[in-house]
Each structure stands twice: as C-alpha cells, then as structure tokens.
C-alpha cells in the first residue's frame, strides 16, 4: 500500500516547494512578456509626481530630454536592495551624460529615508505607497512583483521593461546605447 504524500513529506515542505515554484514561473513569465512594448508612450509615466524622501512633490516630467530608469522598488524587497548599489554606481558614471534615474518606492517614508542614508542612494527616491505597483502595471508589470524598472529614452519612448533585477551587464548595454 502506498504512502500518503503528507507522510512522506511535512507539509510546510511541501507547501514551501509550491511557493518556489510559483515564484519562479511568475518571474520566467514576466520576463518573457514584459507587456510594454519597445517604443510604447512613456508620457504618462513623465506626467507622474510624488513626494520625494524629504516629503517634497516631484514631477518625472523634470528629466524630460534624459536617458530615464524608473526603478519600482521596496526596502523590504531583497532582489531590489541587491541591485541598487549598481544603481548608484550607474548614477555617477553616467549622470553627467544625460542619465537620471529614479526610484519609486513602494514603502513608508521613513523607512526609505533609512534606507537612503544607509547605501547613500544618489538619485531620487520617490514615496509611490501601494498605489504605485498600479503605475508598474500600466507599463507592463502584470504580476505586480519587485522589483520592476522602466527604462525611458531621450524623446520620451519606452525602450526597456524589466521584472526582477536588472543586472549590470544588461544595464550598461542599454544605457550606453541611449547616451
């Protein structure tokens, strides 16, 4: 007679295999179909304000003309805290020839303005809340997951979506080719 799977196995194994599991097709899925299109309108994206770390609105539209990386992202976010500190690194070989990042936090001000001065984050942080993961979604996040960056060329175009991290290679390729 056979063994009952749940004999085999504890459940919280079993469970945590499923998760695993889950979370990875979601990102395989994500990154196969990004839903925004090379080329699509980043105006709306452009037109957006919030609140920077120190409470101060600020408007996208501000770096309008520049190579624009808006980095979805949250301090309670593992994969984007990995990949931040090649942000800022980006952010201060580049910015000088046209490239602005920008994060938009999907978090509680005071736990970003912590975070900003524990990496020394040298491009804005913006205070997006909850409402932001819609704002993701509208360019293309449709499993609403972090972290997710938006990559916006000189004349205003979407040239880049990415779910999870971005990395450095793929990063610079991009940005060198829009600067």
């Known amino acids: 007679m056979p063994v009952p799977m749940s004999r085999r196995f504890p459940p919280w194994i079993i469970i945590a295999v499923a998760a695993v599991t889950a979370a990875a097709f979601g990102v395989y899925v994500g990154q196969r179909d990004p839903g925004t299109q090379d080329g699509a309108d980043g105006s709306a994206l452009l037109a957006v304000s919030l609140p920077d770390a120190s409470g101060k609105q600020q408007s996208l539209g501000q770096w309008k003309g520049k190579v624009l990386v808006v980095n979805f992202w949250a301090t309670w976010c593992g994969p984007c805290r990995e990949e931040m500190p090649e942000f800022v690194r980006a952010q201060t070989e580049f910015g000088g020839r046209g490239l602005q990042f920008v994060g938009i936090a999907v978090d509680q001000q005071d736990k970003v303005l912590q975070f900003v001065e524990e990496i020394g984050l040298n491009y804005p942080a913006l205070i997006g809340g909850y409402g932001a993961m ?15 960056t938006v990559i916006v060329d000189r004349s205003g175009r979407v040239v880049h979506t990415q779910l999870g991290p971005l990395r450095a290679e793929k990063l610079r390729s991009i940005v060198t080719q829009l600067l």
């Not at 819609?134 to 997710?148: D, H, I, Q, V």
């Open 134 to 148: 819609e704002l993701s979604r509208t360019f293309g996040n449709k499993l609403m997951a972090l972290p997710f």
